[in-house]
């Protein structure tokens, strides 16, 4: 028996599927996948000091085997606590977790190159759109909310803007400021339209500089999205985008710096649904993913982000969504949603099925004609041979009177469907048939329906 090893290109996951599949912790003291940056230097986005940690990135090394190994030797041999300062000390300064790691066995039995981090692909769904994006829109409406009370006047403004294309920027039926039910594509939406709909809601007489400030942070975030949703990047582009992360940076630096006095709290719809789901830690952990430093490199590693983004598979979450809604009563949702789509898995391998073996079973016709199906596949059952004929008894394949199909692969003037219809014509009609062989002059096998009988005594 041999031993099959697959090649991973490409592995796209969202920042928690990430974390569990590199074996670090998550929102650790190191709690980027792609590099050791600590979580204090996070702000240095685009700083040169950024740069230089973010050249040196993860290795699947023997030391980081090594120093697992060990730590699982004090918690499993040794009883020591795992949040003891004995293995903290190993593991902490990286954020790594005593887990062995599934993908070291390509590297020690496959490929010893083998580098498991670099399977990792920047994601612009989950790292920028539903990341960066969505946190910056929730503080800049913290911020709106703290200072000119303007949070209706945006709903308002929202509401004005037209759709633009047919699947492109859909109308904002609802209040924007309550986020509810977004998805990744409503807050790109939300932020390709931020710009004249926020202009001037800082103005009041006392935040009037905020406003610029919220159009500079706006502006390099759409600038920054565009460059990494390019389908086809060259080295000026990839060039371009660098820069943008290094001007998004600094906006966000001057943002913090600027608004770190106010004191901004949670906007009534999110206090609500906190209070609702009674669960601070998931509210704490949606602070975004911090490696979408990594978009310019990755994009020059494995290709453009249309090609790895988990967009294509998000979109599936559509349909148990509309199963939620429309298909349960909201108890026992899992086992209702199952049995929805059991359901609507035999209908759909029943329907593939009957066109299958209807298109296996009817030959094609060339000339536009209707065919005979062909025999079926279950044999009639024996009979004496002295009956002259045996007809079935299946009704699978019905055929109305004086519908008759055609025989496939048949000309028409040698179709003795034809001829039947014909002569069930002419009895009916009482039309003449001449008897007799046919002579060429006189065209197809059949005679004419117009030819008359001749006139009796």
């Known amino acids: 028996m041999r031993l099959l090893f697959p090649?991973?290109?490409?592995?796209?996951?969202?920042?928690?599927?990430?974390?569990?599949?590199?074996?670090?912790?998550?929102?650790?003291?190191?709690?980027c996948p792609f590099c050791y940056c600590p979580k204090d230097k996070i702000e240095q986005l685009g700083t040169k000091a950024d740069s230089k940690r973010h050249s040196k990135p993860r290795q699947d090394t023997r030391s980081w085997q090594s120093a697992v190994r060990r730590a699982r030797e004090f918690i499993f041999e040794l009883t020591r606590k795992i949040t003891g300062p004995t293995?903290?000390?190993?593991?902490?300064?990286?954020?790594?977790?005593?887990?062995?790691?599934?993908?070291?066995?390509?590297?020690?039995?496959?490929?010893s190159t083998f580098n498991l981090f670099e399977m990792f692909t920047p994601d612009v769904l989950h790292e920028v759109e539903l990341g960066l994006i969505k946190t910056t829109f929730a503080h800049l409406l913290r911020l709106l909310d703290a200072t000119s009370k303007q949070l209706d006047a945006l709903d308002q403004r929202y509401r004005r803007v037209p759709a633009f294309g047919r699947m492109t920027i859909r109308r904002?039926?609802?209040?924007?400021?309550?986020?509810?039910?977004?998805?990744?594509?409503?807050?790109?939406?939300?932020?390709?339209?931020?710009?004249?709909?926020m202009d001037g809601l800082f103005v009041d007489g006392r935040h009037d500089k905020y406003d610029a400030i919220a159009q500079d942070v706006c502006f390099d975030i759409l600038t920054f999205h565009a460059y990494a949703k390019l389908r086809l990047h060259s080295t000026s582009s990839i060039q371009l985008l660098r820069n943008s992360?290094?001007?998004?940076?600094?906006?966000?630096?001057?943002?913090?710096?600027?608004?770190?006095?106010?004191?901004?709290?949670?906007?009534?719809?999110?206090?609500?649904?906190?209070?609702?789901?009674?669960?601070?830690?998931?509210?704490?952990?949606?602070t975004g993913e911090p490696s979408h430093r990594a978009l310019p490199d990755g994009i020059v590693r494995v290709g453009t982000t249309d090609s790895v983004s988990t967009q294509l598979c998000e979109v599936s979450h559509r349909q148990p969504k509309i199963w939620y809604r429309t298909r349960t009563n909201r108890r026992d949702v899992e086992?209702?949603?199952a049995a929805n789509e059991h359901r609507i898995r035999v209908a759909q391998q029943t329907e593939e099925r009957m066109l299958a073996a209807e298109a296996g079973t009817r030959a094609p016709a060339t000339d536009g004609r209707e065919?005979?199906?062909?025999?079926?596949?279950d044999p009639l059952p024996d009979v004496p041979p002295r009956l002259h004929h045996q007809i079935g008894e299946s009704t699978r394949s019905p055929w109305h009177l004086g519908h008759l199909p055609h025989l496939p692969?048949?000309?028409?003037?040698?179709?003795?469907?034809?001829?039947?219809?014909?002569?069930?014509?002419?009895?009916?009609?009482?039309?003449?048939?001449?008897?007799?062989?046919r002579t060429e002059a006189q065209g197809s096998s059949w005679p004419s329906p117009t030819q008359s009988r001749p006139p009796t005594d």
């Open 371 to 377: 065919t005979l199906p062909e025999p079926e596949d």
């Open 409 to 437: 692969g048949v000309p028409s003037n040698e179709d003795p469907v034809l001829k039947v219809r014909f002569r069930v014509f002419c009895s009916a009609s009482g039309a003449y048939i001449e008897k007799g062989p």
């Open 245 to 286: 992360l290094v001007s998004l940076g600094k906006s966000l630096r001057r943002l913090e710096k600027e608004t770190r006095h106010i004191v901004t709290l949670e906007l009534p719809p999110e206090y609500q649904s906190r209070m609702r789901s009674k669960s601070k830690r998931a509210a704490a952990n949606a």
């Open 87 to 111: 293995v903290q000390r190993i593991l902490k300064p990286f954020s790594w977790v005593p887990t062995r790691n599934a993908f070291h066995k390509i590297q020690a039995e496959a490929d």
């Open 7 to 31: 090649r991973f290109v490409t592995y796209g996951a969202d920042y928690p599927e990430k974390v569990l599949l590199a074996t670090i912790k998550s929102n650790g003291g190191c709690p």
């Open 172 to 197: 904002f039926k609802r209040n924007v400021s309550e986020m509810k039910q977004f998805a990744a594509r409503d807050f790109e939406d939300v932020m390709q339209c931020i710009l004249p709909v």
């Open 335 to 337: 086992q209702q949603i």
